[in-house]
Nanobody
Framework: QVQLVESGGRLVQAGDSLRLSCAASGRTSSNYAMGWFRQAPGKERELAAA????????YYADSVKGRFTISRDNAKKMVWLQMNILKPEDTAVYYCAARRAYCTNSYYLEGYDYWGPGTQVTVSS
């Protein structure tokens, strides 16, 4: 089992930057690819960004490409999502997720095994 806890969400204004953090604990000796999902009110949860276990490959949804950056430090068991030029449509609960995987340079769009409780990001116009 892996436990994930997100932090860093808060109310910001459009154009601001924010960095979300995800701390992993538990059976972190296994290999995991990581992702940041988000769910806005009345909408389905969507993948915003993903990163391979090694950390060399990343994926971004078109809606965040060029504004968000996902990164990780396996030694610290941390994953971050740097969000710049925030827009009101970025308002959502953001979830950190982990998927068991061989530690290769592959990211995943689905099939995540563990989830954090989420952190609220609200962007005012």
């Amino acid at each position: 089992q892996v436990q994930l806890v997100e932090s860093g969400g808060r109310l910001v204004q459009a154009g601001d930057s924010l960095r979300l953090s995800c701390a992993a604990s538990g059976r972190t000796s296994s290999n995991y690819a990581m992702g940041w999902f988000r769910q806005a009110p009345g909408k389905e949860r969507e993948l915003a960004a993903a990163i391979s276990c090694i950390g060399g490959r990343t994926y971004y949804a078109d809606s965040v490409k060029g504004r968000f950056t996902i990164s990780r430090d396996n030694a610290k068991k941390m994953v971050w999502l740097q969000m710049n030029i925030l827009k009101p449509e970025d308002t959502a609960v953001y979830y950190c997720a982990a998927r068991r995987a061989y530690c290769t340079n592959s990211y995943y769009l689905e099939g995540y095994d563990y989830w954090g409780p989420g952190t609220q990001v609200t962007v005012s116009s």
